[in-house]
């Protein structure tokens, strides 16, 4: 009953309010969009097309790869030897067969939220912490904290660096850390970022392996949006830079990888942890009896995995879908003067609205425009302060989980309120959080301009 869930955020709040009033072109075309979650929509239509080629599998019966009988007795939370092979030429694959993945050291658990959890009670006890570069996931709060009773203490990135992680920040946060008298067990890293939707270079992560090894602690990334890299700089997994030097031990540095983002299978379920150290391999399959993935998941997948010539062109049309989707996005915002910083990766974009708080340049400011652009435009995106981050204006702006349709009205509303934002400010107004909720207000130019651009949607639709 206690407050430590994490859900008490404007990143939750947005979903609860799109769940109240969700948009469809038809049905609710005044609704809100939903552009707060890092779903991946983009490829799921050849996920689509490839079950409906091979239905076969689900049959389960005597001849196909596996029983029934196979499947329903199965239970050992160790997984399917053959998924666990093919989840790791999988990982390879994703990672540009740069880094080697044993079979053995894969630990299968119910999505990443459980395998971070998962790791973090193996490498630290109650009341001990871990440094997190921000800005940062906001389940993070949930995922890590809630039930370990672990704390996290920010390692402070901003713009002026372009959000990268650098030595000053570490010695920082675990200086910080000392004071408190926090013992750090390890530095938990996204790569790529979520929310930034950056790749982290590969000099960055020798200085973060530098730095954790100089003071003794744990490194995990969680890599989950590996395959969504779809422009250069290429994705390096912190897996290639520890086999390739003999400067770092292996068994202090761990990877979070699942299905959700780079086969958009999040309602699957299926994360997984790599390791190589026993230890935390031994514990980690303890407590995965507690998440486990369901053996016809596992044998489903296997099919799926095992399809070399699908995957292979899943991934690369994935990410040719990606990059396109995010040049049309990012050229829709900066057509009206909107700030993206350059990303390479992810599902989502990390948008500078800084400008359209004014004067009132502040977590209060960024909530008030957060407000309108959720109540009064109709799109649910999350604010920076909900991902931790140090500076007020910065939003993460989803693309990945609608179509592309969806997208253009989406685009359609933010022009609709910024060429009026614009027009108050050529006509000589300061330009304030004040201003902003003014052109929002009931009865207000941009309601009636929103209203007018729906019902000009609406019946186009219905034309069609």
């Known amino acids: 009953m206690a407050d430590g869930h994490g859900e008490d955020s404007p990143y939750f709040d947005g979903w609860k309010a799109y769940d109240l009033n969700p948009y469809d072109p038809l049905l609710n075309p005044s609704g809100i969009i939903?552009?707060?979650?890092?779903?991946?929509?983009?490829?799921?239509?050849?996920?689509?097309e490839w079950v409906e080629k091979?239905?076969?599998?689900?049959?389960?019966?005597?001849?196909?790869?596996?029983?029934?009988?196979?499947?329903?007795?199965?239970?050992?939370?160790?997984?399917?030897?053959?998924?666990?092979?093919?989840?790791?030429?999988?990982?390879?694959?994703?990672?540009?067969?740069?880094?080697?993945?044993?079979p053995d050291g894969i630990i299968l658990t119910a999505g990443a939220t459980a395998a971070n959890e998962i790791l973090t009670f193996c490498i630290a006890n109650p009341g001990e912490a871990l440094l997190v570069p921000t800005p940062y996931y906001p389940g993070f709060d949930r995922d890590l904290k809630?039930?370990?009773?672990?704390?996290?203490?920010?390692?402070?990135?901003?713009?002026?660096?372009?959000?990268?992680?650098?030595?000053?920040?570490?010695?920082?946060?675990?200086?910080?850390?000392?004071?408190?008298?926090?013992?750090?067990?390890?530095?938990?890293?996204?790569?790529?970022?979520?929310?930034?939707?950056?790749?982290?270079?590969?000099?960055?992560?020798h200085h973060i392996l530098d730095f954790a090894t100089h003071n003794s602690f744990h490194v995990i990334s969680d890599e989950v949006y590996a395959g969504t890299v779809f422009s250069s700089p290429r994705f390096t997994s912190i897996l290639e830079i520890v086999q390739s030097s003999k400067k770092y031990n292996p068994c202090t540095v761990h990877v979070v990888y699942s299905l959700s983002k780079d086969l958009g299978l999040p309602g699957f379920r299926v994360g997984a942890i790599y390791s190589q150290n026993h230890g935390v391999?031994?514990?980690?399959?303890?407590?995965?009896?507690?998440?486990?993935?369901?053996?016809?998941?596992?044998?489903?997948?296997?099919?799926?995995?095992?399809?070399?010539?699908?995957?292979?062109?899943?991934?690369?049309?994935?990410?040719?879908?990606?990059?396109?989707?995010?040049?049309?996005?990012?050229?829709?915002?900066?057509?009206?003067?909107?700030?993206?910083?350059?990303?390479?990766?992810?599902?989502?974009?990390?948008?500078?609205?800084?400008k359209l708080l004014g004067r009132k340049e502040s977590w209060e400011g960024e909530m008030e425009l957060w407000r309108v652009i959720l109540e009064d435009i109709?799109?649910?995106?999350?604010?920076?302060?909900?991902?931790?981050?140090?500076?007020?204006?910065?939003?993460?702006?989803?693309?990945?989980n609608m179509s592309g349709k969806e997208l253009d009205v989406a685009l359609g509303r933010i022009r609709a309120f910024i060429s009026h934002f614009l027009s108050g400010s050529d006509a000589g107004?300061?330009?304030?959080?004040?201003?902003?909720?003014?052109?929002?207000?009931?009865?207000?130019?941009?309601?009636?301009?929103?209203?007018?651009?729906?019902?000009?949607?609406?019946?186009?639709?219905?034309?069609?």
Not at 34 to 42: C, F, W
Not at 157 to 174: D, G, M, R, W
Not at 175 to 189: D, E, M, P
Request: net charge positive; glycine share 8%; proline share 3%.
């Open 34 to 48: 939903q552009m707060g979650l890092a779903e991946n929509q983009v490829g799921a239509d050849l996920i689509e």
């Open 378 to 400: 109709g799109l649910n995106v999350s604010p920076g302060c909900s991902f931790h981050c140090g500076q007020a204006g910065w939003f993460r702006v989803c693309f990945g």
């Open 54 to 102: 091979h239905q076969q599998i689900l049959s389960w019966k005597e001849g196909n790869n596996t029983s029934f009988k196979e499947i329903a007795l199965h239970q050992d939370y160790h997984g399917l030897a053959d998924f666990r092979k093919a989840l790791a030429r999988f990982m390879m694959e994703v990672r540009g067969g740069r880094a080697e993945i044993e």
């Open 146 to 205: 809630w039930r370990t009773g672990v704390e996290l203490i920010p390692v402070e990135c901003n713009s002026h660096t372009n959000f990268q992680i650098t030595v000053p920040a570490l010695e920082k946060a675990y200086q910080q850390a000392l004071n408190n008298k926090k013992t750090v067990k390890a530095l938990l890293i996204t790569n790529p970022s979520n929310p930034l939707g950056l790749t982290i270079p590969p000099q960055t992560l």
């Open 429 to 464: 107004n300061t330009t304030s959080s004040d201003d902003v909720l003014g052109v929002a207000r009931e009865g207000s130019p941009l309601v009636a301009c929103l209203a007018r651009m729906l019902d000009a949607e609406q019946q186009a639709e219905s034309r069609a």
């Open 281 to 354: 391999i031994t514990t980690s399959r303890r407590m995965s009896s507690f998440s486990l993935v369901s053996s016809q998941t596992q044998a489903f997948l296997t099919c799926l995995l095992n399809d070399y010539g699908f995957i292979k062109r899943y991934l690369r049309t994935l990410r040719e879908r990606l990059r396109r989707r995010h040049g049309e996005f990012v050229k829709g915002l900066k057509d009206v003067g909107i700030d993206v910083l350059e990303g390479n990766a992810g599902l989502f974009c990390w948008v500078n609205l800084r």
